[in-house]
């Protein structure tokens, strides 16, 4: 992905564009991960205040209908029926899986898998939810084969 201050101006042979505020609360994995991976991992499960996650609402991590990445999940909430795909994502999930985070570079909780189920609870108004903490020594076993 491309890190860049604005959005490409053509449609036509361009890179993602990719909102800095995304980059700089993103994971610095150097590896694509398979979830099914991730989700084989044996980690406890634990319940956590909802409000260590709230940040994460102000931060572009959905890629709009061209592919770039520069929608919050708080756009979301407040125009449900602006962003049909992320909203069926959200009513379609199964919250009863447990979040899946990991601390991210600036040391804040950070989802790896469960984003749209945390969007879920909160809009149902849950104040705790469950996760697994995967520890940063465990990720590498989640990198897609290659």
């Known amino acids: 992905m491309i890190e860049s201050s604005?959005?490409?101006?053509?449609?036509e042979d361009r890179e993602?564009?990719?909102?800095?505020?995304?980059?700089e609360n993103s994971f610095d994995l150097p590896f694509w991960r398979?979830?099914?991976?991730?989700?084989?991992?044996d980690v406890p499960t634990e319940e956590m205040s909802?409000?260590?996650?709230?940040?994460?609402?102000?931060?572009?991590?959905?890629?709009?209908e061209q592919g770039d990445i520069i929608i919050t999940p708080r756009e979301v909430i407040q125009n449900l029926d602006k962003y049909p795909d992320h909203r069926d994502r959200i009513k379609n999930s199964n919250t009863s899986?447990?979040?899946d985070i990991m601390r991210n570079k600036k040391d804040k909780w950070l989802t790896l898998d469960g984003l749209h189920r945390l969007v879920k609870l909160i809009i149902e108004g849950e104040s705790t939810v469950s996760v697994r903490k995967i520890p940063p020594e465990l990720i590498h076993l989640t990198a897609r084969d290659k």
């Not at 993602?16 to 980059?23: G, S």
């Not at 398979?34 to 991992?41: C, F, G, V, Y």
Request: no cysteine; net charge negative; hydrophobic share 45%.
């Open 6 to 11: 604005e959005p490409p101006s053509s449609a």
């Open 16 to 23: 993602i564009y990719v909102d800095p505020r995304h980059e």
């Open 34 to 41: 398979d979830n099914k991976k991730l989700w084989a991992l």
């Open 50 to 64: 909802m409000d260590e996650l709230l940040w994460i609402l102000n931060i572009p991590f959905w890629e709009n």
């Open 97 to 99: 899986f447990p979040l």
